[in-house]
């Protein structure tokens, strides 16, 4: 199929991007296009315009230092992926980059786009959710930071507003003596996940785990975030993740296979990210 008619415009600033944004009755931001284009191709989506970001050079930045990860609306999978500086200061970004889609579409798929795309499914969404990061937003009427726990509000829909563009997603950098694991099932390798896992796991000076928390994708209409510190230390882990999500069936896997699943995939990133947590503590 091919996509509806729409308008289209190309902005060389911000300013000009917000803008048009504004002016637009309906409009949707191009960024990779990864999610955007197969949407208006199956005509799932109908904008009246699309505002081209690409040629915004101030939106394609990727910094990194002590406090965390800042990722420009233009920085692309691959390029985060890549990077020395990002994984070492926030490590859960390469590895749950490494299970989104396929290379070539994280060549061209942006992380902040897949943030606004806000796939239940999806990986990002999980990991910012679980570290508590937060997304910039401009629009006209100023700038805004929208923070994990309140863009996420159902599938496919953030809190931002029409007139609002994501310029740059935070990630908060790991803080000492944590740990970090990413496991997922898919049917196949690079499909949306049936279930997947990102977690943290703190330990103290014994080396004992202080403190689990995990976000879980492909479960919940939003990620879902789990303090799982009491849980791991009464040995019912897996049992307690069953017990607190409620997940749906599909023509992929059914609800059970679902909770089964995240309970198995719980315990094998936490026993990883405990291990990472201590790999990172030693001599």
Request: net charge negative; proline share 6%.
């Amino acid at each position: 199929m091919k996509p509806p008619p729409f308008g289209y415009r190309a902005p060389r600033t911000l300013d000009e991007a917000v803008t048009a944004l504004a002016d637009a009755d309906g409009g949707k931001v191009l960024a990779g296009g990864q999610s955007l284009v197969p949407l208006l191709n199956m005509r799932l989506a109908a904008p009246a315009e699309l505002i081209d970001v690409n040629h915004v050079a101030e939106l394609d930045t990727l910094e990194a230092d002590g406090a965390g990860v800042r990722v420009g609306a233009l920085a692309r999978h691959a390029r985060v992926e890549r990077s020395a500086t990002a994984a070492r200061v926030q490590p859960l970004l390469r590895r749950a980059l490494r299970h989104v889609a396929h290379p070539v579409i994280r060549n061209r798929g942006t992380v902040v786009g897949s943030l606004a795309h806000a796939d239940p499914a999806a990986e990002l969404p999980a990991v910012l959710a679980l570290l508590g990061g937060h997304v910039e937003a401009v629009s006209v009427r100023g700038r805004r930071v929208v923070a994990a726990r309140d863009l996420f509000v159902g599938p496919l829909e953030t809190a931002l507003a029409d007139d609002e563009l994501a310029v740059a997603a935070f990630f908060p950098a790991a803080p000492p003596r944590t740990g970090t694991a990413f496991a997922e099932i898919a049917r196949r390798h690079g499909d949306f996940a049936l279930a997947g896992v990102a977690a943290t796991v703190t330990v103290d000076g014994d080396g004992q785990a202080e403190a689990v928390r995990a976000a879980f994708l492909g479960v919940a209409e939003v990620p879902l975030v789990l303090d799982l510190t009491e849980a791991a230390a009464s040995g019912r882990l897996a049992e307690h993740v069953r017990e607190r999500i409620d997940p749906e069936s599909d023509i992929h896997a059914s609800a059970d296979y679902r909770r089964h699943l995240a309970g198995v995939l719980a315990q094998r990133a936490l026993a990883k990210a405990t291990a990472d947590a201590l790999a990172r503590e030693a001599p």
